[in-house]
Each structure stands twice: as C-alpha cells, then as structure tokens.
C-alpha cells in the first residue's frame, strides 16, 4: 500500500504541466497515433498548460496587490486569511487517502464510458485533489469517511455529465474538437441557470454582447490591448495606485490580455490530431461513437469576455466582502473568482453584461462559502501539517468551487433537514442545466438565430 501511495504522489508531484500530457501521449498511441504525432500533440500541449498558466500567475500577480491595496485603503480588517487555491491543493493533496480518489475516479470513469452513460474521459487526473478537498469537508462535519468518499464520487459524477453537457459550446469557443471541461467551477452555472432564463425576459440582455460585437459598437476601445490598459488604469486609481502605478497595472493587464488568445491556439494545435485519431478509433470500433477529452478549464482561457468579467468584478468582491454581515474573509489570492466567469462564459455563450450581472449577484456564495470552510482548511492544516498556521489565526480559500454543493452534502451527511431538502433542489437544478444545455444551440448559432429573428 505504501508503494502505491508513493508511486500515485511521485506521478502527482510532476505537477500538471507534465502529467495530463503524460496521459495525452499515452491516449494517442492507444488510439492509433503514431510515436512521433503523438509526442509533438503531448509536448505541445504541456507548452499550452504552462504557458497559459505564466499568464495567469502574471495577471494574478498583478492583480492581487491591486486588491490588497483596494482593500486596505478602507481600514476594515477580517480575521480569516485568503491563501487561494493552490493552498487548498497542498492539503487535499497532503490527505492521506487521497490517493485512492485517484484510482476511484479511473475505475468510476471507465465504467460508466462502458454503460454509455458518459461520453467524457477525464484525463484531468491532476485535479483529483478537488474530490479529496470535498471527501475532506464532508468527512470533518459528517464524521463518517464514507460519506465523504461517497461525496466524492457524486462529484466526479457531475464532474462527467458536465462534460457531456458543455462539450459543444466549448468546441464552439474554443475550435477544439471534441475538447471539454470537467472542472467543477462549472457547477457555478446551476446556480446561475435560473437567472439567465429570467434575463432572457429582457430584450437589451438577448442581444450578442461578446467583445467581437462591441468592437463593431466601440472600435478601437473593445480591442484586448486597450480594454486590459483600461480596467488595469481603472483598477490601479481605485487601489491609490497613483499614475505611474496605475499605467504600469494598466500594461501589464493589457499584455496578458494580448497573450491570452496568442497561447491558446496551442492548445487546438495540439489537441486536434488527437481528436481525429479517436474518432477514427470509435468509428472502427464503436459505430461511431463519440469520445469527449475532459480537460481543465485554462483551454477557455483565450476568450477575453472571460478576462473582462473576472477583472471588472474584483472591487464588486472586496466591497462585498467589506459590507456583508457575518463575512469573515478577505479576498486577496482568490481575488479572480474563476469559476463566476467561467460558469457565466458557459451559460451565456459569452454575453458580458449578463456575466456581470450573475457575477454581482452569485458573489456572495463565494465569501460565505469560504466563511464557512475557513475552521476546516485550519484543521486540516494542523492535521496534514502541510501548511503552518499560527495559533488562533484561520486560512480559507475565498473563490472556493462549488462551495454551496460542498456545504449542502456535508450538512446533508451530517442529518441537517435543511441541507437535504438544498441538496435535493440542487440536484434539480443540475437536471435542468443538462437538458437546457444539450437542447440550446451553441453560441454562433444561438446568435445567427436571433439577429435573424
């Protein structure tokens, strides 16, 4: 056992920029690339994942003091400290029986590949550590390891159907062929259902709002360029920046704007030879069924509607966080709340006024959210002992996935009447989002329809 464990950390601890094209190369030579194709889509591919993720670590931190700076300047101070994601990483990943989610997962996915019961195969093994943080959460409440386990399993469940659910509008955005996303900051688009449908009531919010339409409307001002220098100059006066700091934040957002779509091509270069060899596959093998590649969420990461929404939000989180009652923490490393503007580019088929309006108004989900998850992640520090926290001080992730799901299940293993009946609507809802998505056409032709119409 202990073999195995260390065996499952060494292939962890390659870190996702190596790992899911490991696993990319070794799907291509299964499905009939050969050696030298199948390398070149793997190599590629882990230049795609590190390159978008130096932009976003740029972004990030150019963002964050920003924030930090936005938040200051207001005297209130909140007793839980934002680390982020990556630090929930390290404790999930420092559980102990996280390593059986690994195994969990391939043996779940196979299965249900087998039942057609999911076109999806995730390959975004790296992000196992979400489960194990979830198993964790609803072991700690509940008390029970096999609800937590059990939680887990749901999660990877949704995780599939997500993919299944979301692969066309992803293909639409991204060009990439059956590329998807299992990650679960999509599960922020069940919430948001509802409202989307109440905002199709509104004619100004049917109308295509994505940045290529607004550069029809503004020119010059919907270019990547010259809306990052915008926000970033916007966002460097509201954080007292002065000009020189204010222009400096101004360029780097505008750089990180333009590098953006640049890097994501590399993802399509390299997933596209990839996709026409399984599907060659499937057509000799299973009558041409269709195989999804489940993939983490930075391949929608080209798509400034995405970008625009995330950075414009970032004074909307903070002042939230200063004025909600009962919020105890500031968001700092988890300032960029992916999963709002993930989940909402999903949705709307990137429509950013009415990404804005689910971002305003799904935020307050995020800061109770990790309110709630801040006792947790401090226990769990003190258990796996990978993170040090001094005594009487709280850590929490304030952008925390599918933080309500997390709650409603923990609570629901723990007897909470409220949190089964929660649980119960919000598996409702997930049903809603399935057949909303698989029946709505994706977003060229969604538009196509209404400028005819």
């Known amino acids: 056992m202990v073999i195995l464990e260390n065996s499952f950390q060494w292939i962890l601890n390659l870190g996702a920029g190596i790992f899911v094209p490991l696993l ?13 194709r199948a390398f070149m889509s793997a190599i590629t591919l882990g230049v795609a994942f590190t390159g978008m993720n130096l932009i976003i670590g740029f972004i990030s931190e150019a963002v ?6 936005l938040a200051l300047n207001t005297g209130i101070t909140l007793p839980a400290l934002d680390l982020g994601w990556t630090a929930a990483a390290s404790l999930a990943w420092a559980w102990v029986y996280i390593f059986l989610l690994f195994a969990i997962q391939i043996v779940l996915n196979i299965i249900m590949l087998s039942l057609n019961w999911t076109k999806t195969l995730n390959v975004d093994m790296w992000n196992v550590w979400g489960k194990g943080l979830t198993a964790y959460l609803v072991f700690h409440v509940s008390g029970y390891l096999w609800a937590g386990f059990l939680a887990a399993i749901v999660q990877m469940i949704l995780e599939f159907k997500l993919g299944d659910m979301f692969q066309p509008h992803i293909e639409d955005i991204t060009g990439i062929p059956l590329a998807t996303v299992t990650h679960p900051m999509n599960l922020s688009a069940v919430l948001m259902l509802p409202l989307n449908k109440l905002m199709d009531k509104v004619p100004f919010l049917n109308k295509k709002a994505d940045t290529a339409e607004l550069q029809k409307k503004i020119g010059i001002f919907s270019e990547n360029s010259v809306m990052g220098f915008i926000i970033g100059i916007l966002l460097g006066f509201a954080g007292a920046y002065g000009i020189t700091g204010s222009l400096n934040l101004g360029i780097q957002i505008s750089t990180a704007m333009v590098l953006f779509p640049m890097v ?11 996709s026409e060899a399984m599907s060659e596959f499937m057509k000799k093998r299973f009558n041409d069924r269709e195989v999804y590649i489940g993939l983490d969420w930075p391949i929608l990461a080209g798509s400034s509607e995405l970008w625009v929404t995330l950075i414009l939000l970032v004074p909307v989180f903070i002042g939230f966080s200063l004025v909600l009652p009962g919020n105890e923490v500031l968001p700092i490393a988890g300032v960029l709340n992916y999963s709002i503007a993930v989940g909402g580019l999903l949705l709307t088929g990137g429509n950013i006024f009415r990404m804005l309006i689910l971002g305003v108004i799904t935020m307050p989900i995020y800061l109770y959210g990790s309110t709630y998850l801040a006792p947790i992640l401090t ?7 990978a993170i040090d926290v001094a005594e009487g001080s709280l850590i929490t992730w304030s952008s925390i996935e599918a933080p309500e799901l997390r709650i409603f299940l923990a609570e629901a293993f723990n007897g909470n009447l409220w949190a089964i009946v929660a649980a119960v609507i919000f598996f409702a809802l997930f049903y809603w989002l399935y057949k909303a998505m698989t029946k709505t056409p994706v977003p060229s032709e969604r538009y196509e329809e209404l400028e005819k119409s």
């Open 264 to 274: 994501s091509k590399l993802f399509m270069q390299a997933l596209s030879p990839l």
């Open 24 to 36: 990319i190369f070794i799907l291509g030579l299964v499905v009939g690339m050969k050696v030298r």
């Open 379 to 385: 226990e769990m520090a003190d258990v796996t002992g």
């Open 64 to 69: 964050q003091p920003a924030s930090e700076a």
